[in-house]
Nanobody, 119 residues
């Protein structure tokens, strides 16, 4: 089994910053891409940012220039630095990882962390 544990969510004022972290543990042989998604109330889950094991990144247009994704392959962690936050960034943020367990490839998800941007 593989577990993803997120941390770093909370309440922040518009224009503020937050850093989300996610750590993967368990039966991990290797991790391909890792990423962050978010889901606002009444909306579908959407991609925020993804990063390959080689460091190639892609971002949703709505967060380009404000959010930065990074990962530490040795520690199996992925972070999301969020700057210039807007009320529309309010959502539950989920990390995921495409994991090779040695006998199967599968996408795993964290439990989610709430980010609220409000004055």
């Amino acid at each position: 089994q593989v577990q993803l544990v997120e941390s770093g969510g909370g309440l922040v004022q518009p224009g503020g910053s937050l850093r989300l972290s996610c750590a993967a543990s368990g039966s991990i042989f290797s991790i391909y891409a890792m990423g962050w998604y978010r889901q606002a109330p009444g909306k579908q889950r959407e991609l925020v940012a993804r990063i390959s094991n080689g460091g190639t990144t892609n971002y949703a247009d709505s967060v380009k220039g404000r959010f930065t994704i990074s990962r530490d392959n040795a520690k199996n962690t992925v972070d999301l630095q969020m700057n210039s936050l807007k009320p529309e960034d309010t959502a539950v943020y989920y990390c995921n990882a495409d994991v090779n367990t040695g006998w199967a490839n599968r996408r795993y998800w964290g439990q989610g962390t709430q980010v609220t941007v409000s004055s």
